[in-house]
């Protein structure tokens, strides 16, 4: 049985998976290609690919029976083909959803008390300074957040965990997820609306939408051109989701009071891009889901999760299950007994 590791970071190590895999006795092996051609010629015959797979790649990876995202977004796996092709893929469901809504929250809260510009203020001799300067350089400067209106792209998982925080902060929550129930947005106490209607009314918009063909430029001028006068918008799902150069114009012209993104449409961006220079915008490197706790958390379930396949059982976290009925890990079990 042969688990192979595509372009993984040469940092990045394999201890905790391969403790999953070594009952089995097997363990990653990395490999380092150019492109599809090389990929489908070492590894035409591995179990399991972990790594960014093509839909072409994944036709001529004739043995493989699972290939694992070590996220929670799939959108780097052609998962259509996979499917096609009788190939599991899983992700890592619950095991950052705590990490991810505190990040939305960190980026709220430092985008909303303008925590950057407070910080270079009390650190450059201006302490004095703050108050007289935050409402003439700042514009609508600080916002009260109690009492004003979440607004949630999305109602999945990473969203009801930002929702439960929206309201211990005393926020009135509003979300727009087509496909989930109404029903299950009141139950938990969150207004179900339409996507126009959340950018109208949300002060504070936190998308967390996945990266699909739905979803591509789902966001852009038009909502942006509907917001508050001081709203902020946050994102934490995916940078393409997000029209970014209409989200820049919102900002330049003042539409928007900032922004806070986990995530750009370019990763990492260009040094030109102008929302590196923003004082209003707060940017991080796509670190939402790391913790100490998650770092490990989902390596161990990758290991078992590939550990399962290796048995010829259905692993946890399948993202793909129409794929079951034809799943060729069930042969591939019993080919290697
Ligand atoms: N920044 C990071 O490091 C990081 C970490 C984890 C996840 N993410 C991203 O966050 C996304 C959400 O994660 P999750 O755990 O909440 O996923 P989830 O699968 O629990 O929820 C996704 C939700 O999006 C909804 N959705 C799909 N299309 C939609 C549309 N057109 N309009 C509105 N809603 C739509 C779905 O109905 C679902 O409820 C992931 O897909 C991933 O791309 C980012």
Excluded at 107 to 122: N, P, S, Y
């Amino acid at each position: 049985m042969r688990v192979v590791a595509v372009n993984s970071h040469p940092e990045v190590t394999f201890e905790y998976e391969d403790a999953a895999l070594a009952p089995l006795g097997v363990r990653i092996e990395r490999l380092r290609v150019a492109d599809d051609g090389e990929l489908v010629a070492a590894a035409a015959d591995a179990d399991v690919v972990i790594g960014r797979v093509s839909g072409a790649a994944i036709a001529g990876l004739t043995r493989c029976r699972h290939v694992p995202s070590g996220g929670i977004g799939v959108d780097h796996i052609d998962v259509a083909a996979a499917t096609e092709h009788g190939i599991l893929v899983t992700n890592m469901a619950d095991t950052f959803v705590e990490e991810v809504a505190n990040h939305a929250w960190m980026l709220i809260l430092v985008v909303a008390r303008r925590g950057l510009w407070l910080h270079e203020m009390a650190t450059t001799g201006r302490w004095s300074d703050a108050l007289d300067q935050l409402f003439p350089v700042l514009r609508l400067a600080m916002p009260r957040l109690t009492g004003q209106t979440l607004g949630l792209v999305s109602f999945g998982r990473i969203a009801r965990a930002v929702a439960r925080r929206g309201q211990a902060f005393g926020m009135d929550v509003i979300a727009h997820d087509p496909y989930v129930p109404d029903d299950v947005l009141r139950q938990q106490g969150v207004e179900p609306v339409d996507l126009d209607g959340l950018f109208q009314r949300a002060d504070v918009v936190s998308c967390h939408l996945p990266w699909t063909a739905e979803t591509l430029h789902l966001i852009g001028e038009r909502h942006f051109a509907q917001m508050r006068p001081g709203a902020i918008f946050v994102n934490t799902g995916r940078g393409k989701v997000v029209d970014e150069a209409a989200l820049i114009r919102a900002l330049e012209a003042g539409r928007l009071a900032g922004a806070g993104l986990d995530v750009l449409e370019q990763e990492p961006p260009e040094p030109s891009n102008p929302l590196l220079r923003m004082a209003n915008v707060t940017i991080s490197p796509h670190m939402a889901s790391v913790s100490d706790v998650s770092a490990i958390a989902r390596r161990q379930l990758l290991g078992r999760q590939i550990a399962e396949t290796l048995r010829g059982r259905v692993p946890p976290g399948v993202v793909n299950p129409a794929v079951l009925p034809r799943w060729r890990g069930q042969a591939g079990a019993a080919a290697s007994t």
